[in-house]
């Protein structure tokens, strides 16, 4: 019983990055996430639930990078939560929303992105979606910030 829900609950959250992201079919959100879904993220307006918060970022993240493709690396599942290790490609096609104060227009560059995204599975459904994103490399791939180089490192 216990490996059943594991694996009902891995199978939930591989919609959520196969179908939802990856095909860009942001109605998946509708089936997979629960009423009161959260999604633990600083960049997320705060009171914000459900299925209308998850299509708001994808819709976000498709319009920043439409070409967006994650890369599962592992998947481990412990009871109701589920984490995945990723990796993803893109372009930076359309501006993003960063914070509440912070936008940064399209670049045009190739980006790849390493996070770890972990799911609360409760009846069936993403309770709980806490992501990690290195933000600083992602940054750095785009130019809004940039390294001090120690000329006599070389």
């Known amino acids: 019983e216990e490996a059943m829900s594991a694996e009902a609950n891995k199978a939930v959250v591989e919609r959520l990055i196969f179908e939802f992201f990856n095909e860009k079919k942001l109605a998946v959100a509708d089936e997979i996430c629960a009423p009161d879904c959260a999604i633990h993220d600083p960049r997320c307006p705060e009171g914000m639930f459900g299925?209308?918060?998850?299509?708001?970022?994808?819709?976000?993240y498709q319009k920043g990078f439409p070409d967006l493709e994650y890369v599962v690396q592992d998947t481990i599942c412990e009871g109701e939560k589920v984490v995945v290790r990723w990796k993803a490609n893109c372009t930076h096609q359309g501006e993003?929303?960063?914070s509440e104060t912070l936008i940064l227009?399209?670049?045009?560059?190739?980006?790849k992105i390493n996070g770890i995204t972990i799911c609360r599975?409760?009846?069936?459904?993403i309770a709980d979606i806490w992501q990690q994103i290195d933000m600083l490399?992602?940054?750095l791939q785009v130019g809004a910030v940039s390294m001090a180089v120690d000329p006599g490192a070389r």
């Not at 299925?51 to 976000?60: D, T």
């Not at 227009?105 to 980006?111: D, F, H, V």
Request: charged share 20%.
């Open 51 to 60: 299925p209308m918060l998850v299509k708001a970022l994808g819709a976000m």
């Open 96 to 98: 993003l929303q960063m």
């Open 105 to 111: 227009p399209a670049t045009g560059k190739a980006l």
């Open 121 to 125: 599975v409760a009846d069936g459904k």
């Open 137 to 139: 490399d992602v940054y």
